[in-house]
């Protein structure tokens, strides 16, 4: 069964300041699909930028983007200038191939600091 | 274009009670994903409806059942309810067809059983 890992609960950043949250996953298959999710106070899940495994280029989003690392089996998240809004609940996703269930991680809680 | 909507918002129900929650998804969507969202469990995939069959199945058991109508809006229903079931139940739709399909996620429905 595929399986995603966020090893980091809580991470915190000063405002203005970058932050990477980790994510690692298992999977068996070449071509699959990741997304890094956001879940504010309000609880709404925003979806904040998606990856294709078969794209070598790594997505970019405004500030938001992300490292494949495709071979390690790792989709980190790169926050850039953080701004308070950026406070919430990441969840990083997997979808295989086939099929639409997606896997989540456990979260990581995101703190900006002012 | 009108978001993911889910009603009730908030529900409080005595164990041993049914409860049915709705979700209607975006214009367009066919596909439309159930979780549960407990602190300790993270989000727990439900099941998958799409074009009125279901499609995946998570570990749930049969208590929890789902379906959906022809116009793409789906129902989730809970029977015999547990103090357990103590939940922020999202609702996701998405295309459902080939390519990435982001899901997006409705404001949820908080279940509280007593």
């Known amino acids: 069964a595929q399986t995603v890992t966020q090893s980091q609960p809580e991470m915190s950043v000063q405002e203005a300041e970058t932050v990477t949250l980790s994510c690692t996953y298992d999977?068996?298959?070449?071509?699959?699909?990741l997304f890094w999710y956001k879940q504010p106070p309000s609880r709404q899940m925003i979806l904040v930028i998606r990856q294709e495994a078969y794209k070598q280029q790594n997505a970019t989003e405004n500030r938001f983007s992300v490292n494949f690392q495709k071979a390690a089996k790792s989709f980190s998240l790169k926050i850039s200038d953080s701004q308070l809004g950026d406070a919430a609940m990441y969840f990083c996703?997997?979808?295989?191939?086939?099929?639409?269930?997606?896997?989540f991680g456990t979260g990581t809680s995101l703190t900006v600091i002012p | 274009k009108a978001g993911v909507t889910q009603t009730p918002r908030y529900l409080i129900k005595t164990r041993g009670q049914q409860v049915t929650l709705s979700c209607s998804p975006i214009s367009g969507h066919r596909s439309v994903s159930w979780y549960q969202q407990t602190p300790g469990q993270g989000l727990q995939f439900l099941f998958e409806y799409f074009s009125e069959t279901q499609r995946n199945k998570g570990n749930f058991p049969g208590r929890f059942s789902g379906r959906q109508f022809s116009n793409s809006r789906s129902e989730m229903n809970v029977s015999t309810l547990e103090l357990g079931d103590s939940a922020l139940y999202l609702c996701a739709s998405s295309r459902g067809g080939q390519g990435a399909n982001e899901q997006y996620f409705g404001p949820g429905t908080r279940l509280t059983v007593t």
């Open positions: 996703a997997y979808r295989p191939p086939a099929g639409n269930q997606f896997y």
């Open positions: 999977t068996s298959e070449s071509d699959y699909y």
